[in-house]
T-cell receptor, first 114, second 113 residues
Framework: EPEVTQTPSHQVTQMGQEVILRCVPI?????FYWYRQILGQKVEFLVS????????KSEIFDDQFSVERPDGSNFTLKIRSTKLEDSAMYFC????????????FGPGTRLTVT | GENVEQHPSTLSVQEGDSAVIKCTYS??????FPWYKQELGKRPQLIID?????GEKKDQRIAVTLNKTAKHFSLHITETQPEDSAVYFC????????????FGTGTKLQVIP
C-alpha cells in the first residue's frame, strides 16, 4: 500500500537556524498538508497546498514558515529561523482529488531546537 | 474557526469491555469526521470516518455515531483488546479535498488485560 514518507526522522538544530523538512506524498494525491504536534498535545494544522499554492494556513504558519513543491514528488516545509517553541513532531499528509476526504499521514519528523 | 472538544482525556477499561469517546464540534459547515489512532511515537492512522449524510457507521468492533443537530459524534469500541491501547483523536473537516482537519485533544485509552 502506498505511504507518505518523510525525511529526516529526527532533526536537531540550534535556535535561529533554518531547517527544511521533506515529504514525499502518495503519488496520485493532489492535496498536501503540514501539521505539527507538540509533545503530549493534539495535532495542529499548519498549512494546506494545492495546485502549487497555499490554499489555507493557520495562525501558527507565520512568515517564518514556507512550503514548496520543488519537483513532481517532494513537498517541503521550511522554517527560516527556528525558535525553541518550534520543537515538535511535524507530520506531512496528502489526500486524493476532491470527493475523497481521507488524509494519509507520514511518519513524522521530530524537530528539536536547542 | 472550528473547535473540537473531546472527552474523556484518559480512559481505562478491562479487556473485553466497551470504550466510548465523545466529541463535540462548533462549525455547522463541517461534514467529515475522521477518527485517528496514534500509538506512541507513531503517525496518526485513520481507523474510521463518517460523513454528515450518515448517522452511524460500523466496522467490525468499531462504530461511530453522528448527531449533526447537536454537533456531537462518538466512537464506540467493543470487546476491547490490549492492542487497542493508544491515543485516539476525533477530528472535523469541511467539504472539499483540501480542507484542514481540526483535531480534538485526544483520549488516552488503556486496556487492562
Amino acid at each position: 500500500e502506498p505511504e507518505v514518507t518523510q525525511t529526516p526522522s529526527h532533526q536537531v538544530t540550534q535556535m535561529g537556524q533554518e531547517v527544511i523538512l521533506r515529504c514525499v506524498p502518495i503519488s496520485n494525491h493532489l492535496y498536501f498538508y503540514w501539521y505539527r504536534q507538540i509533545l503530549g498535545q493534539k495535532v495542529e494544522f499548519l498549512v494546506s497546498f494545492y495546485n502549487n499554492e497555499i490554499s489555507e494556513k493557520s495562525e501558527i504558519f507565520d512568515d517564518q514558515f514556507s512550503v514548496e513543491r520543488p519537483d513532481g514528488s517532494n513537498f517541503t516545509l521550511k522554517i527560516r529561523s527556528t525558535k525553541l517553541e518550534d520543537s515538535a513532531m511535524y507530520f506531512c499528509a496528502s489526500s486524493e482529488r476532491s470527493g475523497r476526504y481521507e488524509q494519509y499521514f507520514g511518519p513524522g519528523t521530530r524537530l528539536t531546537v536547542t | 474557526g472550528e473547535n473540537v472538544e473531546q472527552h474523556p482525556s484518559t480512559l481505562s477499561v478491562q479487556e473485553g469491555d466497551s470504550a466510548v469517546i465523545k466529541c463535540t464540534y462548533s462549525d455547522s459547515a463541517s461534514n467529515y469526521f475522521p477518527w485517528y489512532k496514534q500509538e506512541l511515537g507513531k503517525r496518526p492512522q485513520l481507523i474510521i470516518d463518517i460523513r454528515s449524510n450518515v448517522g452511524e457507521k460500523k466496522d467490525q468492533r468499531i462504530a461511530v455515531t453522528l448527531n449533526k443537530t447537536a454537533k456531537h459524534f462518538s466512537l464506540h469500541i467493543t470487546e476491547t483488546q490490549p492492542e487497542d491501547s493508544a491515543v485516539y483523536f476525533c477530528a472535523a473537516s469541511g467539504s472539499g479535498g483540501y480542507q484542514k482537519v481540526t483535531f480534538g485533544t485526544g483520549t488516552k485509552l488503556q486496556v487492562i488485560p
